[in-house]
């Protein structure tokens, strides 16, 4: 099992700069995938960005250049600069644990980012 715990959002203004960090209950190494995911007001649940346990990164195209992923031992973070105010939504914290007997998703419970002057 995995627990995951979102911080760092909150209210910014348009061109600022807020970073994420999600904690994990287990090493970021033995986790298979982590990513971030957002959904804003009426809208679908979106990936934003992912890292694999191969250390690969992605991001969705409306971020890339802006969001970028980092990670310690047991913690990702999310730095997110020039914010617009369609960046508004609550940011999500996922990550993948794989067993022999197979693979389970989980998820944090979110921390809300406001965009707006």
């Known amino acids: 099992q995995v627990q995951l715990v979102e911080s760092g959002g909150g209210l910014v203004q348009p061109g600022g700069s807020l970073r994420l960090s999600c904690a994990s209950s287990?090493?970021?190494?033995?986790?298979?995938?982590m990513e971030w995911y957002r959904q804003a007001p009426g809208k679908q649940r979106e990936l934003v960005a992912g890292?694999?346990?191969?250390?690969t990164t992605a991001y969705a195209d409306s971020v890339k250049g802006r969001f970028a992923i980092s990670t310690d031992n047991t913690n990702m973070f999310l730095q997110m600069n020039s914010l617009t105010p369609g960046n508004t939504a609550v940011y999500y914290c996922?990550?993948?644990?794989?067993?022999?007997?197979?693979?389970?998703?989980?998820w944090g419970e979110g921390t809300p980012v406001t965009v707006s002057s």
């Open positions: 890292l694999t346990g191969g250390g």
């Open positions: 996922y990550a993948r644990y794989c067993t022999p007997y197979g693979c389970l998703p989980y």
């Open positions: 287990r090493s970021i190494v033995s986790l298979s995938a």
